[in-house]
């Protein structure tokens, strides 16, 4: 269950459109978040609580730079969750639905 709740961590932050944006703009390379700023009509608290939440989830890194910090895609964050999305939409001999599949047996599937 470990990995379905930190990946679904990950997907609710992508739930946001203007949170997928910011990863979408992150995906050109480093960002300043007064960059970030300029593309969207949101106040500089409001940019903050985006950007905490796409760290905390570990989609973006953050580094500070003086009074400005710097936005970038964690890379390794970003294959596990493509390797992790791939996974769950693929057909696998230890998939969860094969777990008690026996359940059915002896069922007429007419009825």
């Known amino acids: 269950m470990g990995d379905y709740l930190e990946y679904a ?3 609710k ?3 946001n459109p203007k949170r997928a944006m910011i990863v979408d703009m992150l995906s050109c390379g480093e960002l300043c978040a007064c960059m970030i700023l300029e593309k969207f009509e949101m106040s500089q ?3 903050s609580h985006h950007m905490k939440l796409l760290c905390e989830c570990g989609l973006v ?3 500070e730079r003086g ?3 710097y936005y970038s895609l964690n890379t390794d964050t970003i294959s596990k969750t493509k390797q992790f999305f791939c996974d769950i939409t693929s057909a696998k001999e ?3 639905c094969k777990e008690g ?3 059915c ?3 007429d599937e007419n009825d």
């Open 13 to 15: 932050a992508l739930g």
């Open 45 to 47: 608290s409001t940019l």
């Open 94 to 96: 230890n998939c969860i």
């Open 61 to 63: 890194k953050g580094r």
């Open 101 to 103: 599949a026996d359940c």
């Open 9 to 11: 961590r990950i997907f």
């Open 105 to 107: 047996k002896g069922c």
């Open 67 to 69: 009074k400005w910090t």
